[in-house]
T-cell receptor, first 119, second 113 residues
Framework: AQKITQTQPGMFVQEKEAVTLDCTYD???????LFWYKQPSSGEMIFLIY??????QNATEGRYSLNFQKARKSANLVISASQLGDSAMYFC????????????????FGTGTQLKVEL | AAGVIQSPRHLIKEKRETATLKCYPI?????VYWYQQGPGQDPQFLIS???????DKGSIPDRFSAQQFSDYHSELNMSSLELGDSALYFC????????????FGPGTRLTVT
């Protein structure tokens, strides 16, 4: 089974609108972390936001927020007030376990969502 | 703020040649990860090091080896290169504890001809 599922291969959004990128995950480990990365066409992988499994509040970083629904195993990324520079591939990723439970901290990525922001 | 440094940024090799990729983590980050991203693919974990010891191993071919040195920089050595090794190779670093946020370098784009 896929550990990270991103069901939207491509998304379009109008400039200044909000957009939600979906991510569901599958793990039996009680300790895990969820990440979102942005990869522009230039190729670099830019860290956006992190949510730990024990965090009580949804993570926010500027225009990015993570809608964490633990029971549904979803960690959707919400980008508010989209800008042309937000056009990129977005990857959801998961770390399972932690240094206390013996987890290796490696990230497992989803297949990504290509976001295009239009005027 | 200092970021992860990777060198070279681009590398062209022929089949059966060897390549060495270098990674310099963010200062005070003691864990280094290597990922391989094929064209149109998501990044795949290869190997990681914590305090100069291998901490985890993913789908890394036997032709590849890696190590972390006393100054925490890491090198990925790739031998008997194949066309399928053409990919973007990322190094990431993180502190061992805390939020485990992994910060990626700009990547090395390897082309095997």
């Amino acid at each position: 089974a896929q550990k990270i599922t991103q069901t939207q291969p491509g998304m379009f959004v109008q400039e200044k609108e909000a957009v939600t990128l979906d991510c569901t995950y599958d793990t039996s480990d009680p300790s895990y972390g969820l990440f979102w990365y942005k990869q522009p066409s230039s190729g670099e992988m830019i860290f956006l936001i992190y949510q730990g499994s024990y965090d009580q509040q949804n993570a926010t970083e500027g225009r990015y927020s993570l809608n964490f629904q633990k029971a549904r195993k979803s960690a959707n990324l919400v980008i508010s007030a989209s800008q042309l520079g937000d056009s990129a591939m977005y990857f959801c990723a998961m770390r399972e376990g932690d240094s206390f439970t013996g987890g290796g901290n490696k990230l497992t990525f989803g297949t990504g969502t290509q976001l295009k922001v239009e005027l | 703020a200092a970021g992860v440094i990777q060198s070279p940024r681009h590398l062209i090799k022929e089949k059966r040649e060897t390549a060495t990729l270098k990674c310099y983590p963010i200062p005070r980050h003691d864990t280094v990860y290597w990922y391989q991203q094929g064209p149109g693919q998501d990044p795949q974990f290869l190997i990681s090091f914590y305090e100069k010891m291998q901490s985890d191993k993913g789908s890394i071919p036997d032709r590849f080896s890696a190590q972390q040195f006393s100054d925490y920089h890491s090198e990925l050595n790739m031998s008997s290169l194949e066309l399928g090794d053409s990919a973007l190779y990322f190094c990431a670093s993180s502190p061992r504890t805390g939020t485990y946020e992994q910060y990626f370098g700009p990547g090395t784009r390897l082309t095997v001809t």
